[in-house]
Nanobody, 123 residues
Framework: QVQLVESGGGSVQAGGSLRLSCAASGDTYSRYTMGWFRRAPGKQREGVAVIDRVGNTTYADSVKGRFTISKDNAKNTLYLQMNSLKAEDTAMYYC?????????????????WGQGTQVTVSS
């Protein structure tokens, strides 16, 4: 099992950048596939970006070229660098973990979730 705590959210202008962090504890961080998901008001939770246990990354089409997922195993921390932010990126962002490498952007396949951090992009 692993506990996850997100941070780094805030309010920015369109075109700006934010870096989200997810601190993990309780188990060996590197044994899990890690992902970022988001939920906007009135919408279902959607997958944003995933990094698997060997470092391969997967992105939603809507964020490709703008967002970058990475992890620092020594610090037990997952990151989401978000550039060129748009108003439609406004959402609560969650990090999540699972111990397999299948169905990477499917939120229902993840076992562990953080509490979320709010990102608001103003236009």
């Amino acid at each position: 099992q692993v506990q996850l705590v997100e941070s780094g959210g805030g309010s920015v202008q369109a075109g700006g950048s934010l870096r989200l962090s997810c601190a993990a504890s309780g188990d060996t961080y590197s044994r899990y596939t890690m992902g970022w998901f988001r939920r906007a008001p009135g919408k279902q939770r959607e997958g944003v970006a995933v990094i698997d246990r060997v470092g391969n990354t997967t992105y939603a089409d809507s964020v490709k070229g703008r967002f970058t997922i990475s992890k620092d195993n020594a610090k037990n921390t997952l990151y989401l660098q978000m550039n060129s932010l748009k108003a439609e990126d406004t959402a609560m962002y969650y990090c999540a973990a699972k111990n397999n490498d299948w169905w990477l952007l499917v939120s229902g396949t993840y076992n562990y979730w953080g509490q979320g951090t709010q990102v608001t992009v103003s236009s």
